[in-house]
């Protein structure tokens, strides 16, 4: 019972590198999983939001696996989901979890421990 | 142009009520829970709201075949299953029969942080693929509270709060949330706002020393529901409410009659003895022989066959047995027989309604027809004087609706109250008999009479009793020269009466003789007057034979004279 639906994405081959991104990004491989229920607004704009942060942060060390609760209700028990939509870092450990469709992009980058490019401008 | 609505005439639409299974609960909301609907059970910590919730999905499953689903926030289905094990529910068992699943879904404000708008269909789909699993028909969410401290956001969390509810009614199970109580308002976060069908609160006091557990129906929309607090204790089946039982009173009786074992008591009642399924009650203060007399009464019920249940509140039962003996009742082969079973009960050790229910079970266990309470007045220790009564008068219309006799002993504190009762229950009781001492010339002895017996002729004579090492012995008491005496001054009384007796007899007897010697003595003269008026008759006989003689001499001289003058011419 391990059919999901995969949405991998791949990051553009060429992208300005930023010499102050996060350490972390640099060196680790992401795995990102998130939760949403079929193609509803929110849901959408997570992935939105998701993609974007990745592609500015992550640098295509990262997967995102999309689950969608509608198709297979039983994979909520797993991750615990309550909320929809919800990111969960499953890599690299320890697994966080945040909730929202990540509009807000300081609380997501907290959220999945990604230091703030610029330490006094917001991105 | 507007179009007519057709209107369809909707009948009142009749309220459909899920039996839960809970032992009484279903009596006092006259027949469960609202079907289809949301019911709130709210409550401080420890207060039975999981056991209630867990009560209602179990017997659904076990009694009526219907599915339920537990949602647990804060207790792992592990805890769960070991919490309810001593209560004889088998969890695991009834997941694998489908018939229940135990959910757990913690929920941990650390772990969440949150990013922008997000709604708790995670929530929805996660139980409605549950509910959909095995067709569940009983939900409990247990405590939705915990949904407070993941989800900061209230705003969100209480639109789906409501959506949820909604849905759950949608989805026509019938559903539990529990809450924790509030300071202020009915619960924590004011839950009872969106939930409004069915409103029930639980609590627990601890009160002189007792803990009691009361639950109490705060709303019930759509039906009429009994709004007082109904004391329960969680015991070795779960959680059971004691309601009034027959809140109009009615049950049959009987018109048979139970004779005491005491002919002489007895005849104070006409002569047949106390009515079958009535209650009786033996008040006194201490040492008048209440507990001599429910032995008696005991004895004779198991000595016709009937099994009687003995309910020691004072001393063991080794103690009873042990103290009747020496009046000569061997209690000891009925409790052989099973026909006695005597059950020791220390007032104090459990809150009332444990008590109440300890009873319940152990008159449904054996079935008896006869009941003893003794004492009762050590009840008050547990609870107040009112809680008692109202304890009392709800086993009593128990007993009654089973036609079962019960006689209760009463310990009276001071000779000055002897026809109150300190529990008031004498109005509970068919037939009140008073057991006093009566104190005079230096001693006391044991009388009783009858206070009342509702719906027989009954003797109002003070009955003196003495406790002999063959039983209660009666003994009439001396009425005589227009005083009533008992014990040594009846003795007395009697014996100078028989004194008196006597001697009046021998007065009688001495007259008698002496009237029989004044006539022997005058029959006597009578015979020699007799005797004397014969001889005076024949003296006066012969005189007048003699006097006729001398005439008859003195005519034929006279003619020979006359005879001899004539011829000498």
Redo the contacts between chains.
């Keep these: 019972m391990t059919d999901v639906k995969r949405k991998t994405a791949k990051s553009p081959a060429s992208k300005a590198p930023s010499a102050r991104a996060s350490t972390v990004a640099n060196r680790e491989f992401w795995e990102l999983r998130l939760?949403v229920?079929g193609q509803?607004p929110?849901s959408l704009?997570?992935f939105k939001?998701l993609k974007k942060i990745c592609e500015e942060r992550l640098e295509g060390k990262y997967r995102i696996e999309v689950i969608d609760?509608?198709e297979n209700?039983?994979l909520?028990?797993g991750d615990?989901?309550?909320?929809?939509?919800?990111?969960v870092r499953m890599l690299p450990t320890p697994i966080?979890?945040?909730?929202?469709?990540?509009?807000?992009t300081e609380?997501?980058l907290?959220?999945l421990d990604l230091q703030p490019v610029n330490p006094s401008g917001r991105s | 142009m507007a179009k007519r609505r057709n209107t369809v005439k909707r009948g009142l639409e009749r309220l459909t009520k899920l039996p839960t299974g809970i032992r009484g609960f279903d009596e006092i909301t006259g027949g469960g829970l609202p079907e289809g609907r949301i019911a709130l059970v709210c409550g401080g910590p420890g207060c039975g709201k999981t056991l209630f919730g867990m009560e209602f999905l179990v017997h659904g499953a076990v009694d009526y075949d219907e599915p339920g689903l537990f949602v647990a926030f804060e207790e792992t289905p592990e805890e769960l299953e070991k919490n309810v094990a001593s209560l004889g529910f088998e969890l695991k068992d009834l997941e694998r029969r489908k018939k229940l699943i135990v959910?757990y879904?913690?929920?941990e404000r650390s772990?969440?942080?949150?990013?922008?708008?997000?709604?708790?269909?995670?929530?929805f789909?996660?139980l409605?693929?549950l509910i959909d699993s095995i067709g569940a028909k009983r939900v409990v969410l247990d405590t939705i509270e915990a949904?407070f401290s993941?989800?900061p956001n209230e705003l969100i969390l209480r639109a789906e709060l409501r959506r949820l509810f909604r849905w759950l009614k949608d989805k026509g199970v019938t559903s539990i949330i529990t809450a924790e109580k509030g300071n202020e308002t009915l619960t924590r976060h004011g839950l009872e706002e969106y939930v409004s069908d069915c409103v029930i609160i639980l609590d627990h006091l601890v009160r002189e020393n007792v803990a009691t557990r009361r639950l109490r129906v705060v709303k019930y929309r759509g039906s009429h529901h009994g709004t007082n607090e109904y004391p329960f204790i969680i015991g070795d089946t779960g959680i059971s409410v004691m309601p009034i039982t027959s809140l109009d009173l009615k049950y049959g009786v009987s018109t048979m009659r139970v004779l005491s074992g005491m002919p002489a008591l007895d005849a104070m009642f006409g002569g047949k003895g106390f009515y079958r399924g009535s209650s009786l009650l033996f008040s006194g203060t201490a040492g008048t022989g209440k507990s001599s007399l429910a032995a008696t009464f005991t004895d004779n019920a198991c000595k016709n066959g009937e099994t009687c249940l003995y309910l020691a509140f004072e001393e063991s039962a080794d103690q009873i047995v042990r103290n009747m003996r020496s009046l000569g009742i061997d209690l000891e082969p009925w409790v052989k027989k099973n026909l006695l079973h005597l059950h020791t009960f220390r007032p104090t050790l459990y809150g009332l309604e444990t008590h109440l229910v300890a009873i319940h079970d152990l008159v449904n266990k054996i079935k008896p027809k006869v009941v003893i309470f003794d004492p009762i007045s050590n009840l008050i220790t547990v609870g107040a004087p009112s809680e008692v009564k109202s304890m009392l008068t709800r086993l009593i219309d128990y007993l009654k609706m089973q036609g079962i006799t019960t006689l209760f002993t009463n310990l009276i504190s001071s000779p000055n109250y002897l026809e109150e009762t300190a529990v008031g229950v004498s109005s509970l009781m068919d037939t009140w008999i008073v057991l006093r001492d009566v104190e005079s010339n230096g001693e006391r002895n044991r009388v009783l009479h009858i206070v009342k017996s509702r719906g027989m002729a009954h003797s109002n004579q003070l009955q003196e009793f003495v406790i002999t090492s063959e039983g209660i012995k009666f003994r009439d008491v001396y009425i005589g020269k227009g005083m009533v005496l008992t014990g040594s001054s009846r003795v007395v009384q009697e014996a100078q009466d028989k004194a008196d007796e006597l001697r009046r007899k021998q007065d009688v007897a001495r007259k008698s003789q002496e009237s029989q010697r004044n006539r022997k003595v005058i029959e006597a003269q009578i015979v020699a007057l007799q005797a004397q008026l014969e001889s005076e008759t024949e003296e006066a006989q012969r005189f007048t034979e003699e006097e006729q003689l001398k005439d008859r001499i003195s005519t034929l001289e006279r003619d020979r004279l006359s005879i001899m003058r004539h011829s000498g011419d």
């Design positions: 939760y229920a509803s929110k704009t997570a939001n609760l509608l209700p039983q909520a028990k615990q989901i309550l909320a929809i939509p919800t990111l966080k979890k945040i909730i929202g469709d990540l509009s807000n609380r997501t907290v959220g | 959910d879904i913690p929920v772990e969440i942080e949150e990013t922008g708008d997000y709604d708790l269909e995670g929530l789909i996660r409605g693929h949904l993941g989800f």
